[in-house]
């Protein structure tokens, strides 16, 4: 990743498809490794307090420990398959297109202020919704099967579990392609806010990290630890969002759960009915999740296999 630094001029070229390789093997290898967290995430965020403040999830330890007992090693990876195929083009867009954008944007002397650095960032976040919205959706709804099932088998009720294969038919039959875009508002809304955070937070820990030579790039423990704390810097930041948006993106309800027309409503019912804290539910959690994912991603990325171990240049 380039940073901002002002003593070295932009490359004379900018070969984009190596940087698309890189993000989509950085982004199945930080995915695979943080994927039961964010499955905890999902389901501490969607679920509400009763009426006389129960909970099916006491912390992030017991969701943990509910999911393994109720489904196993496996069920901690419930709807991995769908994120792993969708996340190579995810990540890859997000990184590739922030570098695009940041080569671009950079001033003739190499420079890029703070200011380019966000536009650049908002951008690759708005850039990835393309690929980001379906696949939240059908990953929320894998994850949080195993909670509404929990749930369902607590009360006596039957629940039905369906793959992502047949929920994405479901959702082209009843509502076409716009029905894998269900809250599409809400995760552009986190996804720009969150790279508008990150990439430069990122960029500028970058430049603090110890080289030899000035115009060396950082080693990679320090692209690692960049990452991560740019990371769940910026996950701490936008998880009101991303509560609205798990919120809003989750079809199936569990009893006496809430339906959302749009995020104002979401925002709204929320605050009212259980508080501002309700909107940090799964901060630590995310925080715990986007850290490493970020930290594994960007320096996978930061190895630059394409160039290194393909050959394309």
């Known amino acids: 990743m380039s940073g901002s630094k002002t003593n070295a001029p932009p490359p004379q070229q900018f070969n984009l498809l190596p940087k698309i390789i890189n993000g989509g093997i950085a982004g199945i290898i930080g995915v695979s490794v943080v994927f039961p967290l964010d499955l905890v995430k999902t389901r501490l965020q969607n679920q509400t307090v009763g009426p006389n403040g129960e909970r099916q999830y006491k912390n992030m330890l017991d969701c943990f420990k509910q999911t393994y007992k109720a489904e196993g090693y496996f069920g901690m990876y419930r709807g991995s398959a769908v994120n792993i195929i969708l996340i190579t083009p995810e990540k890859a867009i997000k990184l590739a297109a922030n570098d695009l954008f940041r080569y671009h944007l950079a001033l003739p002397d190499g420079s890029l202020p703070i200011v380019r650095q966000m536009a650049a960032g908002g951008m690759a976040g708005a850039c990835q919704i393309v690929i980001t919205t379906p696949m939240e959706l059908l990953k929320i709804?894998?994850?949080?099967?195993?909670?509404?099932a929990a749930q369902a088998k607590a009360e006596g009720r039957k629940f039905e579990r369906i793959t992502a294969m047949q929920l994405t038919r479901q959702l082209l039959k009843e509502r076409g392609i716009f029905g894998l875009y269900k809250g599409v508002t809400a995760t552009a809304a986190r996804d720009v806010s969150f790279s508008i955070v990150y990439f430069p937070l990122f960029a500028t820990l970058?430049?603090?990290?110890?080289?030899?030579?000035?115009?060396?790039?950082?080693?990679?423990?320090?692209?690692?630890?960049?990452?991560?704390?740019?990371g769940s810097t910026a996950a701490l930041s936008v998880n009101p969002m991303d509560v609205v948006k798990t919120r809003m993106q989750t079809i199936t309800k569990g009893s006496n759960e809430?339906?959302?027309?749009?995020?104002?409503?979401?925002?709204?019912?929320?605050?009212?009915?259980?508080?501002?804290?309700?909107?940090?539910?799964?901060?630590?959690?995310?925080?715990?999740?986007?850290?490493?994912?970020?930290?594994?991603?960007?320096?996978i990325y930061y190895i630059g296999l394409a160039e290194n171990y393909l050959g394309i240049k």
């Not at 709804?141 to 509404?148: H, I, T, W």
Request: glycine content about 10%; overall charge positive.
């Open 141 to 148: 709804q894998m994850q949080d099967a195993g909670r509404v």
């Open 258 to 299: 809430r339906q959302y027309t749009s995020i104002v409503d979401c925002v709204t019912k929320t605050m009212m009915q259980e508080g501002p804290t309700a909107f940090f539910k799964g901060g630590a959690c995310r925080m715990i999740v986007i850290a490493p994912l970020f930290g594994i991603a960007q320096s």
């Open 206 to 230: 970058s430049d603090l990290g110890p080289r030899e030579k000035p115009t060396d790039p950082p080693p990679f423990w320090w692209s690692f630890l960049s990452g991560c704390a740019a």
